[in-house]
């Protein structure tokens, strides 16, 4: 697992990169209460502002962490976004990438690093 | 900037896990542990127990020693008959300035020999010096700050306040008003709220303020709710946050305010007029204002905030109002938004677009409250 400054978590599953955010973001969130998804067969570049998260205080977004293609989102959470705050870790996955080079991921840091970064 | 004030009850925040945040000069808690939702509808499902300290308690005592000459005073700054206010009984009011805006809402009862004011913490200096300025030939303006203010909200709030008042508080009815002994020395009672529940706020001695407040949570009903929760049950009870729903710019009837201005203050009454900005709301009152405050519920889930922009139509055209609260609420499961609309787009059922992140999303208008409330009538 790999970690963004912007508190996402990258997973590597069957080649593609999955994306979700952290525990430390969905508390610092608070109860979310609205997702939107970008298009699965977008192409998006790093840093484009591909999901929107509302919780109850605020609007944020979620940044494509690398290049590459849109290839699944997880419509599960439309319909019930407090899954972000129940399984960040898991259930409440974002969307799956599919990008040229995994190589790309090398760079993010590992969990120790985060743990440091979020202290 | 200046130092943030603290409520008496500061400590039992920190004590129970409060995020605290800077709130109208005072440093208050904005959530606990439970979080925004879950203390949203544990006040609904049960009763919540909100610090309101930071609200401003005022007693305003006519010098002849009659409260009609109280009454009478005060009625000369708010559209509101208080003459016909019985002992015992609390009234929905507000300040108005000369334009017909509003400087302030506050609550104001009749308490025998004298009339108690309870008004917004970020006005409360403005609304003490306004009424020094314009009442002390008459009346005496006293700024309790020795007593602390509880709300306890919601359908346990009954049985969980009548635990600590030994003769009970079932005997009140919305808006009415005691002085209750308790072990917490006398309380100040009202059977009124801000979260469109049933519940009582409480005046308590400071002295007594975190004792009373550990009582009340004591009570397996009552979980300690913050200023998040606070904002998204006021929203669902269809009721005005001032600084945002309601200023200096906005008119008692543009903000469908209308209610709380009685018969004999309107033209043709016993008193008509003869408070600030009287021509212009009484004009407003006959011919219907310009634009009105309504209920807006956006299709989908995304919430409409504050400031977002207000269209008649899908595409084109200039905005026509803006949203002045929006959040989601946790107790009608879907986004909710107040704002003010040209009065021909304000009828029931229509539709409006609200810009959100460059798109235009309907919305449509709706009754207020947006979840009906459960006052002890």
Known sequence: MKYTEEHEWLRVE??????????????QLGDVVFVELPEPGATVSKDDEIVVIESVKAASDILAPVDGEIVEVNEALVDNPGLVNEDPLGDAWFFKMKVEDLSALDDFMDEEAYKAFIE | MSELKRTGLYDLHLELGAKMVPFAG??????????????????????????????????????????????????????????????????YAMFTNDAGGILDDLMVANRG???????????????????????????????????????????????????VVPGGVAGMKFMDVAVLASGFGDLWISRSGYTGEDGFEISVAAGHAEALARALLANDAVEPIGLGARDSLRLEAGLCLYGNDIDETTTPVEAALSWAIQKARRAGGARAGGFPGADRILKEL??????????????????????????????GGAPVGEVTSGAFGPSIEGPMSMGYVPAALAAEGATIYGEVRGKRLPATVTALPFRPSTYKR
């Open chain 2, 113 to 163: 020999d004298h009339l108690f004011l309870v008004v917004n913490a970020a006005c409360k200096q403005a609304d003490i010096a306004h009424l020094r300025a314009n009442l002390s030939e008459t009346c005496e303006i006293e700024e309790i700050t020795d007593r602390a203010l509880l709300a306890l909200q919601g359908p346990a709030a009954e049985a969980a306040l009548g635990g």
């Open chain 1, 14 to 27: 069957d080649d593609l990169v999955v994306v979700g955010i952290t525990e430390h973001a969905s508390t």
């Open chain 2, 26 to 91: 005072y440093e208050m808690p904005v959530q606990y542990p439970l979080g925004v939702m879950k203390e949203h509808l544990h006040c609904r499902a049960q009763a919540g127990l909100f610090d309101v300290s930071h609200m401003g308690q005022v007693i305003l005592r006519a010098k002849s020693g009659v409260v009609d000459d109280a009454a009478l005073a005060l009625e000369a700054l708010v559209p509101v008959a208080l003459l016909e206010l019985k002992e015992g009984r609390q009234r």
């Open chain 2, 286 to 315: 006959a011919e219907g204002p310009a634009r009105l405050r309504v209920g807006l519920r956006p299709e989908g889930r995304a919430p409409m905030r504050a400031h977002t922009a207000l269209f008649a139509d899908a595409e």
